[in-house]
């Protein structure tokens, strides 16, 4: 029967078919298992928690990193002033025994450290330590790849310019108490989310200069855990630090082990098996899906939308987008829906930069330019753009960059315009940016859980090119500079999300210099025994937690 | 004799200069800003010129590359850009795992493609031949990831009997080692009955049976000794290729070997990595070969002198 079926498949073809059977078999195989009963809310002490990560950690010392594997270890082997809360984005002291006082000026910051501190080594915890730690962060030297958002501390231009040893404005008053002075105030909201994040973690000064440059192999702090063992690009393993100062409250696991270099497929694979609890990175379709199809697992299935967008943004300093009519039209020709499922992406279609998972600062009223080639075309010839004008763009070559491009090159080869597009790779397509090239394909999401992070980042006349990054439609002038100053330091919290409301609608409608394209959603499954797992807020989504996480069966 | 030595040693080390010569200003001349990809998609240009002060990248190509080479023959193989770790210790520390994979893998090829390759020859034209051919195709055409994660999935989770990857217990090494066993001894099988049917119906071949030797002895003493040849240079060769490192079985298998490193490095444009990996495969390659070539000239006086 087999025989005469398979006959009538043309010879060379029969390899490819029943390749194509032996792999559609392993995914529907995947799909006959479930998992074991369901996880106590309660936290759980004790226990070990097992996790896979695609890459290495490229650095557990805290200054030189700007990635999810290096974030998720410094949150275990550090702490800091101030921390986020669990699975949010709000702060909340660390090391600090309450949130900073704030001056009248708002211009200094007075942290009071908690009694008794101690690194793991046992050592002593002081202000001095809190003041060498960001100091060293601040300094040429360290190459901390995030210190161009602290330029606001008093001295530490000059300190990261190699003219000064320390930072003028980071004082130790005493034993307990450091105070940092501003040059410009900043909203306290996000200064504290500066001080937050990992970059400002207290190191400890012994051990940074016993190892020198192999520090970030030897990490020494007073996070919740230590690092117990390590192999590069094999495993991390972590053990509860009996210095830390919360604990036994906290942490809950007593280990977390990581195994590194392991590939999502076959970390899903371990995940249904009960191997490991969490995959880190985002699993591909193909894995997720007998997860999502299986009614069983439905408790242990977290999604979340992700905070910024996947963008357009264009040129509106030359060339044939300097015409508002033009990017108007360009907004118009997309077919976002069409885009989204060319990608194969879970998205929602976006209309603003800030998604609506950031609360109060997404506006949902923002209008947008709806789909309609008709009124693109006509926005064009009003423009007085000829049909078949060339217009030359670049994207990256790799996905969902191409694939984007792509459907959107479609989309503008639909009101006329004769397309140029270059897929190259990941430098070439960074450096692109700064060629007042019209079209700019990006995302931005909030790993800095900010607004000021994006439009900041993003419409400052700071962030220009050629000297800086990443002003992509080359807008500046005065009055947007002042918007983004009053928004940049206004204390109130429900003023200041109204002032970027406006700005979201400023440069996506109003101006249209970035069309949002769409907000990824991510979805995320651990294992039914692991408790305490939400979608982080923070450092993007597939930065783990796992300081907050347990295991509910305590082994 | 000591002469073709030398002449080959000294090819091989032109060989290996013009292997680094060609990945360097691959990776150099490519449309790619190595400092611009270590600091992100919004780096400031100010962070990106420090990133190249600190790398030495703002110097020109030849300059790099001589003082790249310089470091080189000196020991100092550089720093990854991604990790920040001693390029050659990553490397050798990883040595031990990529070892083990490409000996017991080797060893898995030979076990699978011999009998398989024997038999089919032997039996030509009967259904065990056909079999084996069909076997042979399959495993011939079986892209090496696939095969790889069939294994990990009926044999490692349907029925748990290996771990779903990971390095470090005997058993972990199964899988990888049978995925290339399959793979690479569908190929030995084809090469081995083409040449086992070369020599099957020789002179000596029939002498040895007319002479009454027990048709066991005739297949091993003078079918397979004759036969065996270019096998033998294969395991040779793939296994210099095994220990730089099997790319895509270690990706698939989470063996932590060279094959893993070079894949982590290309997909993050590392560099110094990238250099590392190829120079040290392309040395175990060209290693192999040599030998191959040295035993050849043993063997085969016209080799020496052709």
């Known amino acids: 029967m087999f025989r005469l079926r398979f006959a009538v498949v043309p010879h060379a073809f029969r390899g490819v078919v029943l390749l194509a059977i032996l792999t559609s078999l392993v995914f529907v195989g995947m799909q006959w298992s479930s998992p074991p009963e369901a996880a106590a809310s309660e936290p759980v002490y004790g226990g070990t928690i097992r996790a896979s990560m695609v890459a290495d950690i490229p650095s557990m010392d805290p200054p030189p990193s700007w990635d999810a594997e290096s974030w998720a270890s410094h949150m275990l082997l550090y702490s800091g002033l101030l921390r986020f809360k669990a699975g949010s984005a709000e702060v909340e002291p660390d090391l600090a025994e309450a949130l ?264 949902p009223n923002i209008p947008e330019y709806a789909y309609n080639p008709d009124q693109a075309k006509q926005l064009l010839k009003d423009a007085g753009v000829a049909e078949g004008t060339p217009l030359e763009f670049y994207s990256a070559n790799f996905y969902p960059w191409s694939e984007m491009a792509q459907s959107v090159q479609q989309d503008l080869e639909a009101i006329g315009f004769a397309t140029d597009l270059h897929l190259v790779g990941r430098a070439a397509w960074y450096e692109s940016a700064s060629k007042h090239t019209p079209i700019v394909f990006n995302q931005w999401p909030l790993e800095l859980y900010d607004p000021s992070y994006i439009f900041d980042g993003g419409f400052a006349k700071a962030a220009m090119y050629p000297d800086s990054c990443c002003n992509w439609s080359w807008y500046t002038n005065d009055d947007m500079e002042a918007r983004l100053k009053a928004a940049r330091i206004e204390p109130d919290a429900n003023k200041r999300a109204d002032l970027y409301k406006a700005l979201d609608r400023f440069v996506c409608y109003d101006q249209a210099l970035w069309i949002p394209l769409f907000h990824m959603k991510f979805v995320q499954v651990h294992s039914p025994r692991l408790g305490g797992y939400t979608i982080p807020a923070v450092y993007g989504p597939s930065t783990a937690q796992f300081q907050h996480y347990w295991v509910t069966d305590g082994k | 004799m000591h002469r073709y030595i030398i002449r080959r040693v000294l090819w091989m080390l032109f060989i290996l200069f013009g292997i680094s010569l060609i990945t360097f200003v691959l990776t150099v001349l490519l449309p790619s800003d190595p400092a611009r990809v270590i600091a992100g998609p919004r780096a400031s240009a100010e962070a990106v010129a420090t990133l190249r002060e600190q790398w030495g990248l703002n110097q020109p190509v030849y300059v790099q590359y001589i003082r790249y080479m310089g470091r080189l023959i000196q020991g100092d193989w550089g720093r990854s850009f991604y990790t920040r770790r001693e390029v050659l210790d990553s490397i050798l520390e990883r040595l031990p795992a990529t070892l083990q994979l490409a000996l017991v893998g080797a060893l898995a090829q030979l076990v699978v493609g011999i009998p398989v390759g024997l038999i089919s020859a032997l039996k030509q034209h009967s259904i065990w031949d056909r079999l084996a051919m ?29 771990p779903i990857g990971g390095y470090g217990q005997p058993q972990h090494v199964v899988l990888p080692a049978a995925t290339i066993g399959l793979a690479g001894g569908a190929w030995y099988a084809r090469f081995l009955r083409s040449s086992v049917l070369e020599v099957v119906n020789a002179d000596y071949v029939r002498t040895a049976r007319a002479k009454g030797l027990p048709e066991r002895a005739v297949v091993v003493w003078h079918i397979m000794r004759n036969a065996i040849g270019p096998v033998i240079t294969m395991v040779g060769s793939d296994l210099g290729y095994f220990l730089g490192g099997v790319l895509v079985i270690e990706r698939v298998f989470a063996w932590p070997g060279i094959g893993l490193q070079a894949w982590n490095a290309i997909e993050f444009e590392d560099v110094p990595m990238i250099m590392g990996t190829v120079i040290f495969s392309a040395f175990f390659i060209v290693c192999a070969n040599l030998l191959v070539d040295i035993a050849q000239a043993f063997v085969d006086p016209r080799v020496r002198y052709g």
């Open chain 2, 134 to 162: 069909v076997f042979s195709l399959l495993g011939v055409c079986t892209p090496s990831f696939v095969l790889g994660l069939l294994l990990l999935f009926y044999l490692g989770f349907r029925l748990p009997i290996f």
């Open chain 1, 100 to 363: 900073p006082t704030v001056s009248a000026d708002g211009l200094k910051y007075t942290y009071r450290l908690r009694e008794g501190l101690k690194f793991s080594s046992g050592r002593a915890l002081t202000a001095e330590d809190v003041k060498y730690s960001l100091d060293r962060m601040l300094a040429k030297d360290t190459g901390a790849w995030g210190a161009s958002y602290y330029t606001a501390i008093k001295g530490a231009k000059e300190s990261l310019a190699g003219e000064a040893k320390t930072v003028e404005g980071i004082r130790v008053l005493d034993d307990r108490t450091i105070e940092i002075e501003l040059i410009e105030p900043l909203s306290p909201g996000w200064f504290n989310t500066l001080m937050a994040v990992t970059w400002t973690y207290v190191v400890d000064r012994e051990a940074v200069e016993k190892w020198g440059a192999e520090f970030k192999n030897h990490p020494t702090g007073s996070g919740p855990y230590v690092l117990a063992e390590y192999v590069p690009g094999q495993k991390a393993i972590f053990e509860r630090n009996p210095n830390y100062f919360r604990n036994p409250k906290e942490p809950y696991a007593d280990r977390i082990e990581i195994e590194l270099g392991v590939d999502t497929t076959v970390g899903a694979l371990k995940l249904e098996k009960g191997e490991i609890d969490l995959v880190s990175d985002p699993l591909p379709p193909a894995a997720l899906q007998p997860f999502l199809d299986n009614p069983d697992w439905k408790p242990y299935i977290s999604e979340a939308v992700d905070t910024g967008a996947y963008l357009i943004a264009m040129d509106s300093s030359q060339g044939l987008t300097k015409d508002i009519r033009v990017r108007q039209a360009i907004a118009h020709a997309i077919d976002k829906q069409r885009l989204i499922q060319t990608i194969g992406a879970n998205a929602v279609p976006a209309k603003s930069l800030l998604s609506p998972s950031t609360g109060i600062w997404y506006d």
